[in-house]
């Protein structure tokens, strides 16, 4: 391998950055030196392997105030040092993920006339696509639907890669709750979240009465509050590494719906009800949700409406009982399970490959 291949990785925050890096990286591991650039106290380190020689900066997230300009002129002047860090690990190509780390790497790539690749995996582009898309090489996007948004770029439709274990068979992990009972996986994103944790906790008479099989994973930051203990139906992890397997032997998926999300449920056909962020940029959580709502692989629920009531009358409703041909079936389930199958798949991480290869310096 050419030491001139140097590739820098630039990607922080949640698992929606960090996971399709990863991938990509496994990826062409083979062919570039990987350097990795993230931020200081978030979840990088936890998920970044050390032969990807991560690299972090401390930058704040902007919070809305009335110094909210001053604190994007402050992630903007972090530029300084990554304009040494490019110069120091002679970068030859950047690739980046979105999120407040990519716009002064962005800024820096271009003012050193160093390649830069951002891919959006996002239906709507992120705050760092939208205005700093136009600097870079290409944009690659998760959804055909979003190259109209970005009129002033050179996008490539890729898809959304994701990691390893979703392309694969995986089993049932032991720990699961046995029973014969519709299994559900409760997520809230890699940083949990309290309003699905909350539901979840309002509603968990109800689901051990009924008898399903809960696992439901809460979040790194979130503290465990719930009622019932010691329940064989029900399973509650901070964490794990095992989500495709999970998601792949469930019956259905309560969550987010973030990008990553929302390409895992395409990849595994699997039904849901997504219950999006609403507070995130751009609403774009609602937008990725919309997208398997309106083929029915899914159930919308706005955060703001939901309810005890509402959040048990629709798995009531998913799981209502119907019969035929003297066989008892969940009628609405299969047919939204019918739905997902409908999704169009790619192989995204070597759509990427290909196209960071063509940057690739020979001896």
């Known amino acids: 391998?050419?030491?001139?291949?140097?590739?820098?990785?630039?990607?922080?925050?949640?698992?929606?950055h960090i996971f399709p890096a990863l991938a990509v990286c496994k990826e062409v591991e083979d062919e570039?030196?990987?350097?990795?650039?993230?931020?200081?106290?978030?979840?990088?380190?936890?998920?970044?392997?050390?032969k990807y020689n991560l690299r972090t900066l401390n930058i704040k997230t902007p919070r809305k105030n009335i110094f909210l300009f001053y604190q994007?002129?402050?992630?903007?002047?972090?530029?300084?040092?990554?304009?040494?860090i490019l110069k120091e690990k002679k970068i030859t190509l950047v690739f980046t993920t979105g999120g407040y780390i990519s716009a002064p790497t962005i800024v820096a790539s271009k003012i050193l006339g160093i390649p830069v690749i951002i891919h959006e995996s996002n239906l709507i582009p992120g705050m760092v696509t939208k205005y700093f898309g136009f600097l870079c090489n290409y944009v690659f996007l998760g959804f055909t639907k979003t190259n109209s948004y970005l009129r002033n770029c050179k996008t490539i439709f890729t898809g959304t890669p994701l990691r390893e274990q979703f392309y694969n068979s995986n089993p049932l992990p032991d720990w699961v709750p046995k029973g014969k009972g519709p299994l559900l996986i409760v997520m809230g994103g890699s940083q949990g979240s309290k309003a699905i944790n909350q539901i979840l906790d309002e509603s968990l008479e109800f689901l051990m009465k009924k008898q399903f099989r809960v696992v439901h994973i809460i979040g790194e930051f979130n503290e465990l509050f719930f009622n019932v203990k010691n329940s064989k139906y029900y399973v509650q992890k901070k964490f794990t590494n095992e989500i495709a397997a999970l998601i792949q032997n469930c019956d259905l998926v309560i969550s987010r719906s973030g990008a990553g999300t929302i390409n895992e449920l395409i990849q595994t056909e699997k039904p849901s009800i997504l219950i999006p962020f609403p507070y995130s940029k751009n609403n774009h959580q609602e937008k990725n949700a919309m997208i398997l709502a309106e083929i029915g692989g899914s159930v919308l629920i706005n955060q703001n409406k939901i309810s005890k009531e509402v959040f048990e009358e629709t798995l009531e409703r998913i799981f209502n009982i119907e019969s035929k041909?003297?066989?008892?079936?969940?009628?609405?389930?299969?047919?939204m399970k019918k739905n997902m199958e409908n999704n169009n798949k790619m192989q995204s991480k070597i759509e990427i490959k290909k196209f960071l290869n063509y940057f690739l310096k020979e001896l």
């Not at 391998?1 to 929606?16: C, H, I």
């Not at 350097?35 to 050390?50: C, E, M, Q, T, Y």
């Not at 994007?72 to 040494?84: G, H």
């Open 72 to 84: 994007y002129l402050e992630i903007l002047m972090s530029t300084f040092q990554i304009i040494r």
């Open 1 to 16: 391998m050419s030491k001139k291949n140097n590739l820098l990785v630039a990607a922080s925050g949640t698992g929606g």
């Open 32 to 50: 570039w030196n990987i350097h990795w650039l993230g931020v200081h106290k978030r979840l990088d380190a936890n998920l970044i392997p050390k």
């Open 325 to 335: 041909n003297g066989k008892n079936y969940f009628e609405i389930l299969e047919l």
